[in-house]
C-alpha cells in the first residue's frame, strides 16, 4: 500500500533517505554567483525594509504572509524578479514524487516560484529561477528546509541546479541542489535582517541568481 506524505511534515533526515540527498560543504557563494555593488538608491531602499522589519519584529510574532508581504515582495522587486522574463507563482503545487524502494508518494506546494518565461509557449520545460519557502519568524529559517530541498529535487527533472530560499522574516538561507547521482546540495551561511551590511550583501546573491535568467 503506498503512503502519501505531506512535504511540510518531513524532517531533513527523512528528506535525506528518501530523496538519497548529500549535504555537501565548502562551496562559496561567491565561487557560483557574482555579486555586484549596489547603487545608493537600492541601499536606501533597503534600510526601508530593514527598519520596517524591525518595527514589526519588535511588536512580536510576524506570521507567515506578512513577511511574504512586507520584505519578500520587496526584495524580490529590488533584485529584478518584477521584470517580464520572470513569471512568479504562489502556492505552486509540485508534482508528486514516487518513491519506489519506500512505496512513498510525497506532495506539496511552494510558497514561491519564480520562473523564467520561455520565449516558445509551446516549450514544456521551465527553467526555475528560485524557488522560497517561508515561515513565521517564531519558527527558524531552517525548519523550512525540508520543504525547500523536497521541492526543489523536483526540478532537476528539467534543469542541472536549483536555487532555493528559505526565511523567518529574520534570517534568510540560500541552498543549491544539484543533478548528481546522488543529488548533492549547498547550505550557505544565513544573512540577517538586523544588520545592514548581511542586508546587503542578501540583496547581491538575489540580484545575481536573477541576473542567471538572462543566459
Excluded at 62 to 91: K, V
Aim: with cysteine.
Amino acid at each position: 500500500m503506498t503512503i502519501a506524505l505531506d512535504a511540510s511534515n518531513l524532517t531533513l533526515d527523512q528528506v535525506h533517505r528518501l530523496l538519497k540527498l548529500q549535504l555537501r560543504v565548502g562551496q562559496k557563494l561567491t565561487s557560483l554567483l557574482t555579486l555586484e555593488e549596489l547603487t545608493e538608491s537600492e541601499r536606501q531602499k533597503l534600510t526601508q525594509i530593514r527598519e520596517n522589519f524591525i518595527t514589526y519584529y519588535g511588536e512580536g510574532k510576524i506570521l507567515e504572509g506578512q513577511i511574504q508581504y512586507l520584505f519578500l515582495s520587496p526584495l524580490m522587486w529590488l533584485a529584478g524578479f518584477h521584470n517580464p522574463r520572470i513569471r512568479l507563482d504562489l502556492e505552486v503545487g509540485i508534482s508528486s514524487i514516487e518513491v519506489e524502494d519506500e512505496d512513498t508518494l510525497i506532495k506539496g506546494r511552494m510558497d514561491i516560484l519564480a520562473a523564467k518565461r520561455m520565449r516558445d509557449q509551446r516549450e514544456m520545460n521551465v527553467f526555475w529561477v528560485l524557488i522560497v519557502e517561508a515561515k513565521n519568524s517564531s519558527l527558524e529559517a531552517s525548519e523550512g528546509l525540508p520543504q525547500l530541498l523536497t521541492y526543489a529535487f523536483t526540478g532537476l527533472e528539467q534543469q542541472q541546479a536549483v536555487w532555493g530560499l528559505t526565511t523567518n522574516g529574520l534570517n534568510y538561507q540560500f541552498v543549491r541542489i544539484e543533478q548528481g547521482e546522488p543529488p548533492p546540495y549547498t547550505l550557505f551561511p544565513t544573512f540577517n535582517m538586523l544588520y545592514p551590511d548581511q542586508v546587503e550583501q542578501l540583496l547581491q546573491v538575489m540580484k545575481a541568481i536573477c541576473e542567471e535568467t538572462r543566459s
